[in-house]
């Protein structure tokens, strides 16, 4: 059974501060590994898909990696800014009965502080 | 392109009562998901639609639970009965596979509160 974990499950930073979430995942049978931003009360923004053939994937500030191997993605967040105040979930597409599903963690609730 | 569309986007039902959910896939896209957020929690898988089928049901609740993704409009998703455990936030995601690669686009969600 896959199963996801996000640690820790909430950050408070200084603005600036350089930081790294983490996600463990544990059947490295994986189709991708997809990181999500959830702001208070609305969806989910895709930030980075990393595909199991890849190892990182970078977008502006943000950088993902992915070692399938040993299940492990971590989200880096370069000079945090209070805008990126949220909570970003983890999830690895996987196939599960059948169909390709994807899987969540609960989430890193990450606050940045002015 | 309007993105993937959920209505309503906060639902108040009373424990007993029926709670409809509804969710326009963004164009082009005849696949949908539904997934169930418990606070503190993360997203839940609940049921994979194509249009007019049910593909893969295997996350949602067998009892008073059911959906359906018609050849014309919306996907639903319907709660019967409704209890105060489900209250919780329900997303719905559209999707369309491009080169073998399938990307999901989630909508807003619909919050559910059972009084």
């Known amino acids: 059974k896959q199963e996801v974990t996000q640690i820790p499950a909430a950050l408070s930073v200084p603005e600036g501060e350089n930081l790294v979430l983490n996600c463990s995942f544990t059947d490295s049978a994986i189709y991708n590994l997809q990181w999500f931003r959830q702001d208070p009360g609305k969806g989910l923004t895709s930030l980075l898909l990393i595909q199991s053939s890849q190892r990182e994937q970078t977008s502006g500030r943000l950088n993902a990696s992915l070692d399938k191997s040993s299940g492990r993605s971590t989200l880096y967040i370069a000079a945090s800014q209070p805008g990126d105040s949220a909570t970003y979930l983890c999830?690895?597409?996987?196939?599960?009965?059948?169909?390709?599903?994807?899987?969540f963690g609960k989430g890193t609730k990450l606050t940045v502080n002015p | 392109n309007a993105g993937v569309m959920q209505n309503p986007r906060h639902l108040v039902r009373r424990r007993g009562q029926e709670a409809r959910l509804r969710c326009s896939p963004m164009?082009?896209?005849?696949?949908v998901y539904w997934y169930r957020q418990l606070p503190e929690e993360g997203l839940k898988f609940m049921v994979y639609?194509?249009?007019?089928?049910?593909?893969?049901e295997s996350g949602m609740p067998k009892e008073r639970f059911s959906a359906e993704f018609p050849k014309e409009g919306p996907s639903i998703l319907r709660i019967q009965q409704v209890v105060r455990g489900d209250s919780a936030a329900y997303f719905c995601?559209?999707?369309?596979?491009?080169?073998?690669?399938?990307?999901?686009?989630f909508g807003p969600g619909t919050r559910l509160l059972v009084l």
């Open positions: 164009k082009g896209h005849s696949h």
């Open positions: 639609l194509q249009k007019e089928n049910i593909i893969d």
């Open positions: 999830a690895v597409k996987t196939r599960i009965g059948g169909s390709e599903k994807l899987v």
């Open positions: 995601a559209s999707s369309v596979r491009t080169g073998g690669i399938e990307t999901q686009y």
